[in-house]
């Protein structure tokens, strides 16, 4: 059922944009109201598909005129609700799918504008044909768009060295809740105009824009890369191992790490997995290092004589590297298996949090044990981005416990203490996944009064109807949510 | 003469942080109500200098109840008059310069916090004893603040390689309007709970907010440096130069181009100077290249083939690598020269543009002989950051012109002039130097309405009674000016 209000919006689109621009049939728009791990669902009455920014300009003038809320979308990856709209079908959604041109690739100035649409997988493999890099990679890269990546600023295994898509965003275009277009697309080294909107856009989440297009940086291809698997004792020798190798090369581009049980875990349930090692130890680490120059000293040997201190130091107790590609690739899966190997586990509530680096190895150990400690029979574990201060950090469920009860019971009090912990180190309880509608209300509990207040005040004034995205990432005020 | 609401916050500060927190002698004030380059004057009863974030919180807090403007002022040394208070003596001007203490200075992990008031040369020195470095310089490393830095995201001579101060700060601390203070010092790889508060005050020239602190990047410290004289024919040569340099190391932490009338001015000025190259060039280009690496190839080592091979591409026409710190440093005096040898060559109006770097050749020379047909007797020249698409273009008066008519008369037309170029260059009409009260009628005029609307929407929404740093930056609209 749409509004009044919905069906003026959805025929003008109809009648301005074409038959392609409008989806109202509902067993088109179902796959688009519930998140990948369906957890959200929501409802709309129609999706919208403009084709050009000028389009989106239109179509958000006009709900703005009338007040109806829009929720944009990408691929539909993400984490946290970001994407989904209201349960109650007050907002159309807006599907950036029909914006997928790649307008520029300069590989003399190392930049390229995509617009919303493009996915990921595809304008990796651009760059990758015009000789260089974009170096942000995830598992959701044949699904995700720029315009999705940009709005979470999203992270994923190669942030050590390049950064989140924050430090790759050169610029934006975006459609502003009043309609008007902000471009920002020119990708100046140096622009002191005030205050940095391109920056402000960039993980907004939609609530303050709607992300049309993206200036990126590129890097220069990869002319050699190395993988490692390395056993060692404990999160802080791996820190150490670390800092050694940053200290030495700019080489190291992912450092991962994992605790033993997560890896016997991935090697029970994943077929085809197996253990790069042969002994025992209780904590694993995943690291690749690449290099651009094809005369730099080869990544492998580089890796071969650092891990060789690390034993002289007795950070690390055994380590491989990988001796080909595709045992490069297979040490890789077991990483990104993780997931996919603790859903068959049970239950497990799940928190994607940060903490400052030197922070961590402490953090992993303790942070895990008071978890234990106050929920018995559970099973903390923590992996992933040990070099970015970003570990995923889970609970397991105790054995045999009723699943639905366990979630809506015990579940919002192990989140409750895992976030207060985070923020009692100085840490951020949304380290790349974004805050959408599952950290909302936690992000208002646990941040400043003054953040508050600061976020509150950048979202009404520049978004006085509230109707991008509405419910999302900040908790309004009780009278201006009423609205 | 105080108006009662000034009277009582000045007697608040003398009272609750003592005698050196207040200065009311007209003499003492003096020097800091006038800019360097002696274009603003403004005034101001008082110079309050807080001790301590708390202090600059409770400050505000009553600033704002009171409705009292307030201007931040860091080492004066900025050259757009954003911290010279409005010549109505409305404002109270609030020094940083009690808040001098390195908080912290963690070279493992590669971050420093400095309160506001930290000068940037002692900063610098501090990195080095802690054997990393600071990669942000400017003439003005014995007076500017990092308060200062952070508030107009200060760049320099090595912004090539490791960007502005909006890539170096890794957090914020600063007291927002309401007297509330944001704690973002914590230096989090990854944090996405919503709008970025650091970045937003980055480049705000302090009307969002008093930055109190900030947490900075250092990297690896210098292992060694080669610096280079090329003479070359064309910005256009200077750039393919540039572009080869880059694609084949990642040591070029600087690439500044000079004109060569520029030069002849310095040589015929500044005593001691002299040409590196003995023949004539129409351009050159000066050339630093570091590394932190003692086993990589030297710097000098690399440049000297590199430059080789532009020879024979035909681009440089001759060069010279520094033999010594002593040469190294006399090549940079030339560049450093700039600013003195144009003042004793008469009148100038100047700009600090920027346009993409792939641009900027055509742009220099185009732009050039425009203003020179546009202004008969004038002399257009460019000079500065190639590698950030950032010049200086000055245009200098006919000889023999009245110097006050020409200023008055002459000089805003021509910038006029420039800033449309620019603008229609897809540029920026403030590159490094920010907006104060130089541009900000010129940014209002140029920036999209979109734009404008935005940066009103935040600094009303922030600051609604617009008690910092009053009449800067953004132009609003006469409505709320007037209020």
């Keep these: 059922m749409m509004t009044p209000e919905q069906q003026r919006i959805t025929a003008f689109a109809a009648e301005r944009f074409g038959p392609k621009a409008v989806t109202t049939d509902p067993h088109d728009i179902e796959p688009w109201l519930i998140d990948w791990r369906r957890r959200y669902q929501g409802a709309a009455p129609a999706i919208l598909s403009p084709g050009s920014t000028e389009e989106v300009s239109a179509l958000v003038a006009l709900a703005n005129d009338l007040g109806v809320a829009l929720v944009p979308q990408g691929g539909n990856t993400g984490m946290v609700g970001g994407a989904i709209p209201p349960a109650d079908g007050s907002a159309l959604l807006v599907s950036t799918r029909r914006m997928h041109r790649i307008r520029r690739m300069d590989a003399d100035a190392n930049l390229a504008v995509a617009e919303a649409g493009v996915i990921l997988g595809t304008f990796r493999e651009a760059a990758e044909a015009a000789g260089r890099r974009f170096p942000l990679d995830l598992g959701a890269r044949g699904s995700a768009t720029i315009g999705g990546l940009v709005s979470t600023n999203a992270g994923g295994v190669q942030v050590l060295r390049f950064g989140t898509m924050r430090a790759l965003v050169a610029g934006v275009e975006a459609v502003l809740p009043d309609g008007s277009v902000h471009d920002g697309l020119s990708a100046l080294k140096k622009d002191n105009r005030g205050y940095d909107l391109n920056q402000l856009l960039v993980g907004a989440e939609g609530t303050l824009g709607i992300v049309t297009a993206a200036t990126l940086r590129l890097v220069p291809a990869a002319a050699a890369r190395a993988v490692a698997w390395v056993g060692l004792e404990s999160p802080a020798k791996a820190l150490s191992l670390l800092r050694r190798l940053q200290a030495a090369t700019d080489m190291v581009e992912s450092f991962e ?162 976030h207060d912990m985070v923020v009692a180190a100085g840490g951020s309880i949304s380290a790349e996944h974004g805050i959408g509608q599952m950290k909302r209300d936690e992000l208002a509990r646990l941040s400043t009064p003054a953040r508050m207040a600061a976020l509150r005040a950048i979202k009404t004034a520049l978004d006085p109807k509230l109707i991008l995205n509405p419910g999302k990432l900040v908790a309004l005020a009780p009278e201006t949510l009423s609205k």
Tied chains: 1, 2.
């Design 257 to 418: 790490i994992m605790p033993d049980d997560t890896v016997a875990l991935v090697l029970a349930h994943v077929p085809g997995t197996r253990l790069p090692l042969a002994g025992t130890h209780r904590w694993h680490v995943l690291i690749e290092a690449v290099t651009s120059d094809p005369a730099a000293e080869a990544p492998a040997t580089v890796l071969e004589r650092m891990l060789a201190e690390a034993f002289e130091a007795g950070l690390a107790e055994d380590a491989v590297i990988a001796a080909s590609e595709a045992q490069a690739e297979s040490f890789w899966r077991i990483r990104h298996a993780i997931s996919e190997a603790e859903r068959s586990a049970g239950p497990a509530v799940q928190h994607d949090i940060s903490v400052p680096v030197e922070d961590m190895p402490r953090f992993m150990v303790e942070g895990g044990a008071e978890a234990e400690a106050r929920f018995p029979g559970t099973h903390a574990i923590a992996y992933g981005h040990l070099g970015d201060g970003n570990v995923h950090f889970h609970v397991r469920a105790p054995k045999g416990v009723d699943r639905n009860r366990w979630y809506a019971e015990d579940a919002p009090h192990i989140t409750r203490l895992v």
